[in-house]
C-alpha cells in the first residue's frame, strides 16, 4: 500500500501542470562531467559541460538569496545566464561564515549585503583566469582578450568557459582582481529569472519534508503544556497500541513517539497520558504579563538616548499627548515547520535539513551524539519560510532531533518533524512588549519634546549571544530605530529588560515590529495634535535624506494630496531598518469583520543597488502581506495557567488571498551598497494601516492585532 502514495513530488512531476519556467536547478544536477572542473575558489566551479555552479552559503527558505548571490558572481564573470546553476554549501566556516555573523548564518536581512564584494571578487577572479587561460592558449596579448555570456574571445580566437576549464585550473587566481563598474554589468539590476523557480514548480527541488531514506523512522513528540513544564510520568500503552507505532521514549523536551509513517506518529502522540511537573513553569496569562510590562514602563527605565530636558519641554508644552501601546507574542509560524533527517552509517552522520545556522546546528547534533564534526555531513536543503524561527542562541530544535535520533538506538534513519500544533506553541515568539510615549506641541504646532520606554523580555539574555546582544545593560532590539529617525528638540528613550518564562526570539523585523509602530502611530497623532500634514510633517523632523527620498517618491506615487473614495482613507508611515529605506501608504476601508479591508499599499524602497528588483518587489509584497495578516488577526494569547490558547491556522489567524491588498513598489536608483530586503517592507505596514484607520474611524488602534476586542 505505502508505494502506492504519491509523494509531492511525484505529484508534481506527473501532473501535466509545469511549462518549464525558468531555469533548470543545479543542487540536484543530474549528468555532471567526469572531468574535473575548474574551481578557482569557494563559490563557483566550472565544468567541460559549461556549467557554471555558484555555490551559495545562505539557507534558501524563498527570500531569493540563491538567485541574487548567483546574480552578483555570474555578472562579473560574464557567465551566461542559462548555464548557471547553484548548490549550498556544506558547513564550514572557514570558507562560508556570513562576515557580519562570523560563522555560518542567514538573518538580519545580511545574505547580500555581507557577500556583496565576496561573491563580485570570486566572479571577476574566475573572469581573469579563463582570460588568461585564452590568452596563453592563443599565444596573444592579455589586453586583446574579451568576455561575454560564457565565451572568451580574441579577434577569430573564441572557446567557451568549458573549453578553457583544464587550462585555466592551472593558474594561479589573481590577488587583486579588477571588479567591473556599474555601467559595465548586464545581470546585476535586471530581472533575471530566478534559479529555483522551475525546481520548484516541477518538484524537483528538495525539502527536508522530501527525504526519505530506506528504513527510516518518523518520529513527533508531545511537548509539556506550558513553558518550563518538565515529563514526570509517561502512560504509553494507548500510544503502543496504535498501528504503525514503534516506540515511545521520554527526553527533556517532551515524549517522543516513533512510528513507521508521519500519520501513525502523530496518532501515537494524541494517544499519549503525560503527567506533567510544572512547578518551574510560567503560568502567568497574556493580561498578568502585559499589567506588569505597562506598570514598569511608567518609569524611565535604563537610558538608551537623551538630549535635552523632556520633562521640562513636556511640562512648559502648549498641549501635550500620551499613550501606551500593547503588542502580544506573535508565532513565526512557516509553512514547513521544523523538521530533519538524521543518519549513521558506521562512524558516519548524514543530516537532511533547512538549517539557518550551518554550523552551530552541525555542532549541536554532533555534540548530542559525540560524533566528530570531522564525521559528519549536513545536506542543506531548501526550507519552507523561517521568519527567524529555524534560528535560535541554543540550536535546541537541532538537539532535540539529535536526542530522538539517539533515544531509539540511533541504528535507524529518523525523520523528526513538528506538527503545525508543536510550532504554534512551541515559543521562541516575538516578545510581549508595552511601549509607552509621550510627546508635546507648541503653539505654533510644532513637536517639542518626545519620550519613549518600552518593556519587554530580551531574547539575548541568558544565551550565548548574550554579550554581542546586551552592551552596558541595554538591548538595542527592543528600542532599535527609535533615535535614529527624526530630530526633536528634546528625547528620552528607555527600556525594561523583563523577565519571563516564555522563549522569545527575533521575528521578521526584529524590534522594529513594535518600535516602528509605536513611533508612526503616536508621531501621526502628534502631527495631527499640531495641524502638520502627515507626509509634509515627517519630511520636516527626518534625520536622513534616503528615508526623506523614500516618503517623498512614494508620496508621490499615491498622488498623496488627492482625496481617497468616498469610504476610505489613507495612511503613511516610513522607517529604515537593516541599512535599508522604506516608506508605505495604504488606503483601507471597514472590512466586514469590523478591521481595516486594505485596498492598496504604496511603497517606494531604497536598498542601495538593487541587485534583481524582481527579487526585492516579491520581498516586498511578502512583507506587507505577513506583516498585515499579523497585524489584523494574529496573537499568541496565555491563557489560564500559561496555557498558550492557539494551535493552529483555525486560532492563528493569517492573511487570505483574498484579503491580499494590490502592492505598487517604487525602487529608489541607488549607488550605495546593497543592503536588506527581506524584513524592511513590514516595519511600515501596521502603522501606515492604522493611521488611516485612525482618520477613518477616529480610533486609535494601540493594542495589536486589530481583531482585538479593544479596538472594535
Known amino acids: ?119 563580485r571578487n570570486a566572479g571577476a577572479s574566475a573572469r581573469a583566469m579563463l582570460a588568461e587561460a585564452g590568452a596563453k592558449r592563443w599565444g596573444v596579448p592579455a589586453s586583446t582578450m574579451k568576455v561575454s555570456k560564457g565565451v572568451v574571445s580574441s579577434g577569430k580566437n573564441r572557446a567557451s568557459f568549458g573549453e578553457l576549464a583544464a587550462d585555466a585550473a592551472m593558474l594561479k587566481p589573481p590577488e587583486k582582481p579588477i571588479l ?66 514503534l516506540a515511545v521514549r521520554a527526553l527533556p523536551q517532551g515524549v517522543v513517539v516513533y512510528a513507521r509513517d508521519s500519520y501513525a506518529a502523530m496518532k501515537g502522540q494524541a494517544a499519549l497520558d503525560v503527567t506533567w511537573d510544572l512547578s518551574k513553569a510560567e503560568k502567568r496569562t497574556s493580561e498578568q504579563l502585559y499589567k506588569t510590562f505597562a506598570d514598569a514602563v511608567r518609569m524611565p527605565g535604563k537610558q538608551v538616548e537623551k538630549h535635552g530636558d523632556v520633562d521640562a519641554v513636556l511640562a512648559g508644552s502648549a498641549k501635550t499627548l500620551e499613550a501606551t501601546y500593547l503588542f502580544p507574542y506573535l508565532a513565526h509560524a512557516p509553512m514547513e515547520p521544523l523538521d530533519a533527517v538524521i543518519e549513521m552509517n558506521g562512524d ?79 515559543g521562541r515568539y516575538r516578545p510581549l512588549t508595552v511601549h509607552r510615549l509621550r510627546g508635546g506641541i507648541d503653539d505654533g504646532g510644532n513637536i517639542t519634546g518626545w519620550e519613549q520606554v518600552v518593556a519587554a523580555q530580551s531574547f539575548f539574555k541568558n544565551t550565548p549571544m548574550e554579550p554581542m546582544g546586551i552592551k552596558n545593560g541595554v538591548d538595542d532590539s527592543l528600542t532599535e530605530g527609535i533615535a535614529d529617525a527624526y530630530n526633536f528638540p528634546a528625547t528620552y528613550v528607555g527600556q525594561h529588560i523583563m523577565e519571563g518564562g516564555v522563549p522569545t526570539l527575533w521575528w521578521r523585523s526584529v524590534g522594529n515590529t513594535h518600535t516602528a509602530y509605536a513611533m508612526e502611530c503616536f508621531l501621526d497623532e502628534l502631527l495631527e495634535l499640531g495641524g502638520k500634514d502627515a507626509v509634509a510633517g515627517r519630511l520636516a523632523l527626518m534625520k536622513e535624506a534616503r528615508l526623506k527620498g523614500v516618503l517623498a517618491k512614494v508620496a508621490e506615487l499615491a498622488n498623496w494630496g488627492k482625496k481617497p473614495p468616498a469610504g476610505r482613507a489613507r495612511g503613511v508611515a516610513a522607517w529604515k531598518s537593516f541599512n535599508s529605506y522604506v516608506a508605505q501608504i495604504a488606503e483601507v476601508s471597514v472590512g466586514p469583520e469590523g478591521v481595516p479591508k486594505v485596498h492598496k499599499v504604496w511603497c517606494a524602497v531604497d536598498c542601495g543597488i538593487p541587485v534583481n528588483p524582481n527579487v526585492i518587489r516579491a520581498q516586498i509584497e511578502g512583507g506587507i502581506g505577513y506583516g498585515l495578516g499579523h497585524a489584523l488577526y494574529s496573537e499568541i494569547v496565555l491563557g489560564e495557567g500559561g496555557v498558550v490558547a492557539q494551535g493552529n491556522f483555525d486560532s492563528y489567524r493569517s492573511l487570505r488571498i483574498g484579503e491580499m491588498p494590490e502592492v505598487e513598489v517604487a525602487i529608489i536608483k541607488s549607488s550605495e551598497d546593497p543592503s536588506g530586503v527581506g524584513e524592511p517592507g513590514l516595519p511600515p505596514l501596521a502603522p501606515a494601516v492604522a493611521n488611516a484607520w485612525r482618520k477613518l474611524t477616529g480610533k486609535a488602534v494601540r493594542r495589536l492585532p486589530f481583531i482585538h476586542g479593544d479596538n472594535r
Not at 11 to 33: D, I, Y
Not at 233 to 244: I, N, S, W
Open 1 to 119: 500500500m505505502h508505494a502506492l502514495l504519491p509523494t509531492r513530488r511525484n505529484f508534481l512531476q506527473s501532473s501535466g501542470l509545469v511549462f518549464g519556467l525558468a531555469l533548470p536547478m543545479r543542487g540536484m544536477a543530474k549528468g555532471a562531467a567526469a572531468a574535473a572542473p575548474f574551481t578557482p575558489n569557494a563559490f563557483v566551479r566550472v565544468s567541460p559541460d559549461n556549467l557554471v555552479t555558484v555555490v551559495i552559503k545562505h539557507v534558501e527558505f524563498g527570500q531569493g538569496p540563491a538567485t541574487g548571490l548567483a546574480t552578483i558572481l555570474a555578472d562579473e564573470m560574464d557567465a551566461d545566464w542559462s548555464q548557471v546553476r547553484v548548490e549550498f554549501a556544506p558547513a564550514n566556516d572557514a570558507l562560508y561564515k556570513n562576515l557580519a555573523f562570523g560563522t555560518m548564518g542567514t538573518g538580519g536581512s545580511s545574505a547580500i549585503s555581507n557577500s556583496w564584494m565576496q561573491m
Open 180 to 245: 567591473k563598474t556599474p555601467e559595465q554589468w548586464t545581470l546585476i539590476g535586471t530581472d533575471v529569472p530566478k534559479v529555483d523557480s522551475a525546481a520548484k514548480t516541477d518538484g524537483s527541488a528538495m525539502f527536508t519534508m522530501d527525504i526519505r531514506r530506506p528504513g527510516m523512522v518518523h518520529s513527533a513528540i508531545l511537548h509539556p503544556p506550558v513553558f518550563g513544564g518538565a515529563v514526570s510520568r509517561v502512560v504509553d500503552a494507548a500510544a503502543l497500541a496504535t498501528p504503525g507505532v
Open 348 to 426: 558516519k552522520l548524514d543530516v537532511w535539513m533547512g538549517s539557518q545556522f550551518q554550523v552551530g546546528e552541525m555542532g549541536a547534533i554532533c555534540g548530542t551524539l559525540g560524533v566528530p564534526m570531522a564525521n559528519a555531513t549536513l545536506h542543506e536543503q531548501f526550507a519552507g519560510g523561517s521568519f527567524g524561527r529555524r534560528a535560535t542562541p541554543f540550536m535546541e530544535f537541532a538537539v532535540e532531533a539529535a536526542s530522538a535520533f539517539k533515544a531509539y538506538g540511533g541504528k535507524s534513519p529518523i525523520k523528526h518533524v513538528w506538527t503545525r500544533e508543536n510550532d504554534i506553541r512551541g
